[in-house]
């Protein structure tokens, strides 16, 4: 699923009190109805008795408007069976499989958690993003209407820009930074551009059809991050992570590096941790980032990659010693 245009109110910050109230709503009615089909009555009695009604009556039109809402937003589709009374979510998966459905459900509770508590804003730090202005909105527009854009695109290391016409298929957040993937029609290849590199977006008018067998999520399956293109193929990696004073091996499993990451064996000093997945720079350079902590087993010519990473930052050190 492609980012709606209503999930720039949440990634830009909920311009209005109403609009904020309003996706609170929506956020209500799916947590109630996923945990079960209710009549339209007891979805009233519900609402009655929610912090979201603000004591108004909830009509039949206006819960019909927030289904319609919900399904555009939220791509979640609120149904009532022929013959049934009873309205349910028909498509419930997409509360756990969907990354986007996912990440606006949560930056709503986030934000309406931020708002509780304006008295101590300055007791909560956040972690800061930098801006993508109006890009994300108007590639998700592009998306939305699989409308080709044109980009002037600078590439880091290089002092001037290019214009690219791209046909965008999705957008990706990743370590603070937004990014695009699409297909470069100037050089007739699928392509990431980091949104803080792109100067000008304009919109060409020119339709384009999305492959029908691309799939954002498969798209990135066997990445740590967002590289695509050097060349590498997934394959099985497997790391010790050893017992330390503050044992990374419980960080790890709580929150895993990606989602391919499988414990195989377990010891009371070190436990064997199995990926599969490309070997690229960025996933090499969270696993020296552990340092004696952690130790690549398999595939043996990573071992000795890693070994000459380990020897080459010494050798940095080493003459900086001996000034």
Known sequence: MSIPLYANLIIQGVKTMRAFEVFLVYKWLIELLSRGGMTFEQISREW?????????????????????????????KITCG?????????NPENLKDNSVVKWLLSTISVHATLKDC?????????????????????????????????????????RHENEHEIEPYCLKLHSRRWYLVGKNLTVNDVGLYSLDRIHSIEFTGRQFKLP???????????????????????????????????????????????????????????SDYEFYIRPTI??????????GELRVIEPQWLAEEMQKWCRDAWDLYEEELEK
Not at 121 to 139: G, T
Not at 249 to 269: A, C, G, N
Not at 282 to 291: K, N, Q, S, T
Request: charged share 30%; aromatic share 10%.
């Open 82 to 90: 022929q013959g049934s009374s009873v309205y349910r979510i028909a």
């Open 212 to 270: 029908r067998k691309f799939d954002a999520e498969l798209f990135f399956k066997d990445c740590y991050g967002v590289i695509i293109a050097d060349g590498s193929e997934a394959e099985r990696i497997v790391v010790r992570v050893y017992k330390s004073e503050g044992d990374i091996r419980r960080y790890m499993d709580d929150l895993p590096l990606h989602h391919s990451q499988k414990k195989i064996r377990e010891t009371e000093e070190w």
């Open 48 to 76: 009655d008795g929610s912090t979201v009604s603000n004591g108004n009556p909830l009509s039949r039109s206006t819960f019909n408007r927030y289904r319609t809402a919900i399904d555009d937003i939220f791509s979640l």
């Open 282 to 291: 960025d996933f090499l350079r969270v696993l020296m980032g552990y340092g």
């Open 118 to 158: 304006s008295s101590i804003k300055d007791r909560i730090i956040l972690e800061s993003i930098p801006s993508a202005d109006d890009k994300v909105e108007k590639i998700a527009k592009a998306m939305k209407a699989n409308e080709a854009i044109r980009i002037h695109y600078q590439c880091y290391g290089y």
